[in-house]
């Protein structure tokens, strides 16, 4: 099947064409008056050609149409697309033989619905978007699909299922993306995934971002606590990291200034001695040692 891409299409200004139909509609008129003469036919010739170019007129007229800003007008020719119209004005086409369509360029939104899916490890999570939207290829947009708006709105809910079942909600892995801690990213993700679901229909998506997030009901409470859970354990991580680092680092000081010498059972002690103060919780008692009674 050959795509169909949108195109500039053959029109006339209606300012032009309108004075022809007004000198049709003044020709044809009088040649009526004159046929007809105390309600009687005097000329049966000029009354059929004054019929006839009143009706030639009014068939000409038929073929106006006003094409409004953000708009696109698609012309077909006897089941054959023969072109679009988007700069605004007052035009002309042959009427008839031509049907015309209106396409809306205006930048739309598509709000999701919450849906329910599990994420990359199949944690039951809702999960809502909305999606920026216009046309840019009206043909395609007309002709490539059976209806644009439903097309987006499908595909676009395919597009948040397949991206939230790749992430996962939440993670403390730095170097890991998740569907809450790197929302930017993720967000981009989204705009690539939809735009090329919509490419067929001639859309160009603008943004994507995700309105709404959480565990599914059902799971909430348990993952609440786990995450909880995580979040000390990863906490923890970070504290005894710097802890260790904060001793390493006093010893070397010791060592390199030579305030104390310390032996390796004074150094265990010493260490012991900072990690429970740096990693407790509740803030410790000090034992304050001002020297020995004997020497």
């Known amino acids: ?21 007004l000198i049709g509609l003044m020709v044809g008129g009088v040649a009526v008056v004159r046929a007809i003469q105390l309600d009687r036919i005097t000329n049966p ?65 598509f709000n999701s619905e919450r849906l329910k899916v599990n994420d990359a490890q199949g944690s039951p999570i809702e999960i809502a978007a ?34 939230a079942s790749r992430y996962s909600y939440d993670i403390y892995d730095t170097e ?3 569907l809450r801690g790197n929302p930017d990213q993720v967000a ?7 735009q090329t679901r919509l490419e067929v229909a001639g859309v160009e998506v603008l943004d994507a971002r995700i309105t709404h997030l959480a565990y599914a009901p059902e799971i909430a409470q348990a993952m609440l606590r786990r995450q909880q859970a995580v979040a000390v354990i990863a906490a923890k991580e970070r504290i005894v990291e710097g ?39 509740s803030s410790t008692q000090p034992i304050i040692n001002t020297g020995t009674l004997y020497t």
Request: aromatic fraction near 6%; hydrophobic fraction near 55%.
């Open 45 to 109: 010739v000029l009354l059929t050609i004054g019929i006839g170019v009143l009706a030639l007129t009014s068939l000409l007229l038929l073929g106006f149409f006003v094409v409004q800003p953000n708009q696109a007008q698609v012309l077909v020719l006897l089941g054959r697309y023969v072109g679009s119209i988007r700069k605004p004005g007052f035009y002309w086409t042959l009427p008839v033989l031509i049907q015309q369509r209106s396409v809306s360029l205006r930048v739309r939104n």
């Open 1 to 21: 099947m050959n795509a169909i891409r949108e195109q500039n299409a053959w029109s006339l200004s209606g300012l032009v064409v309108i004075p022809v139909a």
């Open 188 to 194: 981009e993700a989204l705009k690539h995934e939809v």
């Open 243 to 281: 802890a260790m680092g904060m001793v390493e680092m006093a010893l070397n000081r010791l060592s390199e200034q030579q305030v104390v010498e310390l032996d390796e059972e004074r150094k265990a002690a010493m260490v012991n001695n900072l990690l429970v103060a740096l990693v407790s919780e």
């Open 130 to 163: 909305v999606i920026v939207w216009r046309v840019v290829d009206s043909a395609k947009a007309i002709f490539d699909v059976e209806s644009f708006s439903d097309f987006v709105a499908i595909q676009s809910e395919t597009a948040i299922r397949s991206l």
């Open 176 to 178: 890991t993306q998740s």
